[in-house]
Nanobody, 118 residues
């Protein structure tokens, strides 16, 4: 499975961005998808994820919404009311089931830079 993110860029505080993550390859192996972010000098943190059909947001205090289009194998992250502290590289993640025992492997995209100016 390959993950390709797009949609990052420079935006003023209060603006919005929509990130996309296109998955290709053996997408039938995917059992979870998520968005993470990593700001300079900080650890990578979970922003939002799908586990099965359940979507959960962990960052953004209600400003971020994860969604997906299964027909297009694409994951989205809608980010509204952006703040300078949202500046980070945003990564797409997929968990793949690789055998009948349920073992999984992690797949990451290359990341897309989001910069929010004040």
């Amino acid at each position: 499975v390959q993950l390709v993110e797009s949609g990052g860029g420079l935006v003023q505080a209060g603006g919005s961005l929509r990130l996309s993550c296109a998955a290709s390859g053996s997408t039938f192996q995917i059992n979870a998808m998520a968005w993470y972010r990593q700001a300079p000098g900080k650890q990578r943190e979970l922003v939002a994820r799908f586990t099965g059909d359940i979507a959960t947001s962990y960052a953004g205090s209600g400003r971020f919404t994860i969604s997906r289009d299964n027909a297009k194998n694409t994951l989205y992250l809608q980010m509204n009311s952006l703040k300078p502290e949202d500046t980070a590289v945003y990564y797409c993640y997929a968990g793949l089931v690789v055998n009948v025992e349920g073992a999984t492997v992690d797949v990451w995209g290359q990341g897309t830079q989001v910069t929010v100016s004040s």
